[in-house]
T-cell receptor, first 112, second 111 residues
């Protein structure tokens, strides 16, 4: 089945230690998104890639970066995680700007 | 700024009853509105989309209405089952890549 896969499901990192979360998709969608979701809050868009074009949200901290080496893979890099970055990170895909995103199961990040 | 309001209090209903969830939005005019289901510790799953020129949309036991005058969408689950227990997110959209989600309403269906 075509899907969006996020690895790992759970990630524990030390305060200030760089961490990378990964997302892969078999849907061949040209848009990939990264959302941050804290407990009982709405998912918050961090950035998206439309093909190779990177689009950062204005309020996304510089601490967060992303890479998309090919259509199938997208990475979220957190350069110096703080305690406030503990959250669920969700990857989603779409075909162009069409609604009805396909989400992965998320990566729960804990910062210790 | 654009704002989406969903009831933050959990909705508790008995199995077999109809669950009705509300989504209100302010400061924009969405061309469509999406509803997603999110289980604990999982990513959202897309359920339904309704466009501004549609008053009502149905899919199996789900029904969505969209009132652009009231700036509100109602999401109904008829003949609810314990398996329907989850958080339901609404996401009004204007097109483009920035989809803003509501924080969701938690639904508990008791057997």
């Amino acid at each position: 089945d075509a899907m969006v896969i996020q690895n790992p499901r759970y990630q524990v990192t030390q305060f200030g230690k760089p961490v990378t979360l990964s997302c892969s998709q078999t849907l061949n969608h040209n848009v990939m998104y990264w959302y941050q979701q804290k407990s009982s809050q709405a998912p918050k868009l961090l950035f998206h890639y439309y093909d190779k074009d990177f689009n950062n949200e204005a309020d996304t901290p510089d601490n967060f970066q992303s890479r998309r080496p090919n259509t199938s893979f997208c990475f979220l890099d957190i350069r110096s995680p703080g305690l406030g970055d503990a959250a669920m990170y969700l990857c989603a895909t779409s075909r162009g700007p069409s609604p009805g995103y396909t989400f992965g199961s998320g990566t729960r990040l804990t910062v210790v | 700024s654009q704002k989406i309001e969903q009831n933050s209090e959990a909705l508790n209903i008995q199995e077999g009853k109809t669950a009705t969830l509300t989504c209100n939005y302010t400061n924009y005019s969405p061309a469509y509105l999406q509803w997603y289901r999110q289980d604990p510790g999982r990513g959202p799953v897309f359920l339904l989309l309704i466009r501004e020129n549609e008053k009502e949309k149905r899919k199996e036991r789900l029904k969505v209405t969209f009132d652009t005058t009231l700036k509100q969408s109602l999401f109904h689950i008829t003949a609810s089952q314990p398996a329907d227990s989850a958080t339901y997110l609404c996401a009004p959209g204007t097109g483009g890549f920035k989809t803003i989600f509501g924080a969701g309403t938690r639904l508990f269906v008791k057997a």
